[in-house]
């Protein structure tokens, strides 16, 4: 059965650090485009990150380039997303997705249940 399982969220204050992961199981990260999305209250969903199969190539929103980090360690089947300087806009569900390189900051075929991320004094 495919599963993803985010991991990681919490309560942080602004400037702060929290390291997301995301954990997969029923298919290979390694053979699969992987991304980060997140959704505030009363907001749309929106693309975070994204990094290519072979870990090479990654994708960041504008609003968290040199802030966030996307990784991945195909060995243990899971995904990064390493957030520095955190921000109170930056508080929201955030989700793992299994997507494509193409659309990868657009959408995703299979999604885990998300952890929340609090930036606040």
């Known amino acids: 059965q495919l599963q993803l399982v985010e991991s990681g969220g919490g309560l942080v204050q602004p400037g702060g650090s929290l390291r997301l992961s995301c954990a997969a199981s029923g298919f290979s990260v390694a053979n699969y485009a992987m991304a980060w999305f997140r959704q505030a209250p009363g907001k749309e969903r929106e693309g975070v990150s994204c990094i290519s199969s072979s870990g090479g190539f990654t994708k960041y929103a504008d609003s968290v380039t040199g802030r966030f980090t996307i990784s991945r360690t195909n060995a243990k089947n899971t995904v990064y997303l390493q957030m520095n300087s955190l921000k109170p806009e930056d508080t929201a569900v955030y989700y793992c997705?299994?997507?494509?390189?193409?659309?990868?900051?657009?959408?995703?075929?299979?999604w885990g249940q998300g952890t929340q991320v609090t930036v606040s004094s």
């Open positions: 997705a299994r997507s494509s390189w193409g659309l990868c900051l657009r959408s995703g075929d299979y």
